[in-house]
């Protein structure tokens, strides 16, 4: 689900991870990792109450990462619904920098990177991670590697492959932030919350994202399907199709879902 300032979230299945919690759908209640991008509250709401909710369902506490600037005021929240419940959650928000990776297991890590909004806020980017032989055992033969290996050197080095990445709410500032690792994800989750050429005054205003601010970038996105997420519905979905189609490059227009609710 994602609506400009109604609700936003994602839950990734296959990855076992959701980017943001909305007002905690039962769906996300067995997601143990949790990657709020910031605190407002479209974004956020449920927090207390998806760890209230694993608790009830005698799942282990749960962890959900967030800002630093974020994370002593999320507490006071949870703990003070803890008091109000008599009951101890056992789940755990922590801090996440521009840079951390969190290994959530041994082939899928998130990393953080800052984005241009309002407030402190976070894009993540899940990548699947390998391990790959070292450049410069290419061309040699299995002998020499196992030799090398004998020795005690490492042949191999880690990789990781990106998968999706998420904007969560963010301005222009976001195409000169975000590494470039995010432009080159399968699946890109990208704010868009205006298309209406009448409300690209908004964009700066709000700390939001315009369609055509996304047209005007179209070279930086090599993803094989860019997502436009938290529209702003006084845009009708017919509509906004139609501008995605007629103000994005071909090129891009055939790789953009607008995510609209059904």
């Known amino acids: 689900m994602s609506v400009a300032g109604r609700e936003t979230w994602f839950h990734l299945p296959a990855l076992d991870l959701a980017f943001d919690l909305g007002r905690a759908p039962s769906s996300l209640v067995p997601v143990p990792n949790v990657f709020l991008s910031h605190a407002h509250l479209d974004h956020g709401a449920g927090l207390a109450y998806w760890f209230s909710q694993r608790k009830l369902h005698k799942l282990e506490g749960g962890v959900v990462r967030t800002d630093?600037?974020?994370?002593?005021?999320?507490?006071?929240?949870?703990?003070?619904?803890?008091?109000?419940?008599?009951?101890?959650?056992?789940?755990?928000?922590?801090?996440?920098?521009?840079?951390?990776?969190?290994?959530?297991?041994?082939?899928?890590?998130?990393?953080?990177?800052r984005v241009d909004h309002r407030i402190p806020s976070l894009g993540f980017l899940a990548s699947e991670t390998r391990n790959k032989l070292?450049?410069?055992?290419?061309?040699?033969?299995?002998?020499?590697?196992?030799?090398a290996i004998a020795r005690g050197e490492s042949v191999s080095e880690r990789v990781a492959i990106p998968l999706v990445a998420y904007s969560g709410d963010t301005a222009a500032g976001f195409f000169d932030l975000a590494p470039k690792e995010v432009f080159r994800a399968k699946v890109l989750l990208l704010e868009c919350s205006f298309v209406d050429p009448r409300d690209r005054h908004r964009s700066?205003?709000?700390?939001?994202?315009?369609?055509?601010?996304?047209?005007?970038?179209?070279?930086?996105?090599?993803?094989?399907?860019?997502?436009?997420?938290?529209?702003?519905?006084?845009?009708?979905?017919?509509?906004?199709?139609?501008?995605?189609?007629?103000?994005?490059?071909?090129?891009?227009?055939?790789r953009t879902l607008a995510f609209l609710p059904d």
């Open 68 to 113: 630093a600037s974020a994370v002593e005021n999320l507490r006071r929240i949870v703990s003070l619904h803890e008091e109000l419940e008599r009951v101890a959650y056992g789940g755990r928000i922590e801090a996440m920098a521009p840079g951390d990776r969190v290994g959530l297991r041994k082939d899928l890590e998130v990393s953080a990177f």
């Open 134 to 147: 070292s450049a410069r055992f290419h061309g040699k033969d299995e002998g020499e590697i196992r030799a």
């Open 204 to 254: 700066g205003e709000w700390k939001h994202l315009h369609l055509d601010e996304i047209a005007e970038r179209a070279d930086l996105f090599e993803n094989e399907a860019l997502v436009l997420v938290h529209l702003s519905l006084r845009t009708t979905p017919d509509e906004i199709r139609r501008y995605v189609k007629e103000r994005l490059p071909a090129s891009l227009a055939s």
